[in-house]
């Protein structure tokens, strides 16, 4: 059985730049959330993507958007990156009925 | 807002001791909680649940132990070993909600 797998691992960009991270979501797992970790602070839900539509949204701007694709995979897209966006960006998946999220390692952003 | 705290930053015990990690939550509505433990450079990993209608859960050396009037719950680490010392983070949830809603962490050191 595969874990949540995220790519890239670490990822520098520039303010004003657009960044996309990916997610493969675990075997069996048809739902994803996306989270955002900054420093000393506990994860925050950004949004969960199920059946290629987005099903619930965190306080976080439209310029945080995603998609879902068939094969359950998932991308986080951000536009127009600013300093604070320097985060990690956790991805996790779940199966529908159950409430454990399964969480891949992360993807490092700085912003410079 | 902080609907989950964990007030405790950092905790040290002693190998082959208890630790007790506590948590505290605002919102009555939560009807499930989770426990995760992160180690650094990777995703959080999903430990043990309990369900609002339960007030202890058990799975090995983990116990998680919920009060719902207090709105506290609490993770027991017996015997702690060196393989424990991690951040833990507690995490809320709605049944039929997307999100997860987690405490700042506590970061567990164990001493040999």
């Known amino acids: 059985e595969t874990g949540v797998t995220q790519s890239p691992t670490h990822l520098i960009k520039t303010r004003g730049q657009q960044v996309t991270l990916r997610c493969s979501s675990q075997?069996?797992?048809?739902?994803v959330s996306w989270y955002q970790q900054a420093l000393g602070q506990g994860p925050q839900f950004i949004f969960q993507y199920y059946r290629e539509e987005e099903n619930g949204r965190g306080n976080f701007p439209p310029r945080f958007s995603g998609l879902q694709f068939p094969n359950y995979s998932s991308e986080l897209n951000v536009n127009a990156l600013e300093l604070d966006d320097s985060a990690l960006y956790l991805c996790?998946?779940?199966?529908?009925?159950?409430?454990?999220?399964?969480f891949g390692p992360g993807t490092r952003l700085t912003v410079l | 807002d902080q609907q989950v705290k964990q007030n405790s930053p950092s905790l040290s015990v002693q190998e082959g001791r208890i630790s007790i990690l506590n948590c505290d939550y605002t919102n009555s509505m939560f009807d499930y909680f989770l426990w995760y433990k992160k180690y650094p450079a990777e995703g959080p990993t999903f430990l043990i649940s309990i369900s609002s209608i339960k007030d202890k859960n058990e799975d090995g050396r983990f116990t998680v132990f919920l009060n719902k009037s207090a709105k506290h719950l609490s993770l027991h680490i017996v015997p702690s070993q060196p393989g424990d010392s991690a951040v833990y983070f507690c995490?809320?949830?709605?049944?039929?909600?997307?999100?997860?809603?987690f405490g700042q962490g506590t970061r567990l050191t164990i001493n040999p």
């Open positions: 075997s069996g797992h048809n739902t």
């Open positions: 995490a809320a949830g709605l049944q039929g909600a997307q999100k997860l809603v």
């Open positions: 996790a998946s779940s199966q529908p009925g159950y409430n454990e999220q399964f």
